[in-house]
């Protein structure tokens, strides 16, 4: 029997020297934006979200997942009462990359799209400009 407890979603990481943004594209299937939370936290970006199970024998039942998530292979033991296989993974996820220093909330691009998140961000973040302390001192 094998066992999962947090799921773990594809990514695909573009960082092509080339171009001026990093793209990363993870697989969300079934998943609406409302569902995903993406967000920079000390300088990382947190991907991080929620797939909810679904009771396909008792829809009106209580969306909470089974006690223990599981992929069965011939024990049907565990599983929710009508299920004979259970592979769809359910729960929280997470993700995390390392920004670029310097990186802010408004250079980061996010859609959701059929299944797929993209997120991108500046290879170089542009320099918050700092001011000129000389600028407004009046001469004597």
């Not at 996820?93 to 909330?105: E, K, M, V």
Request: hydrophobic share 35%; aromatic share 6%.
């Amino acid at each position: 029997m094998l066992t999962s407890s947090i799921p773990s979603y594809r990514m695909d990481l573009c960082d092509d020297p080339a171009s001026p943004r990093v793209v990363a594209m993870l697989e969300l299937p079934g998943l609406k934006q409302d569902d995903i939370s993406v967000r920079i936290e000390d300088g990382t970006l947190v991907i991080q979200g929620e797939r909810r199970f679904h009771n396909l024998v008792h829809p009106s039942a209580s969306p909470s997942p089974p006690s223990a998530l599981q992929l069965h292979e011939g024990n049907t033991a565990g599983l929710p009462r009508g299920y004979h296989a259970q592979e769809i993974k359910y729960g929280m996820f997470h993700r995390t990359l390392a920004l670029p220093p310097g990186t802010q909330t408004e250079h980061v691009q996010a859609s959701l799209s059929d299944g797929m998140l993209t997120v991108s961000w500046p290879r170089y973040p542009t320099e918050v400009p700092t001011t000129d302390r000389y600028a407004g001192e009046v001469a004597e």
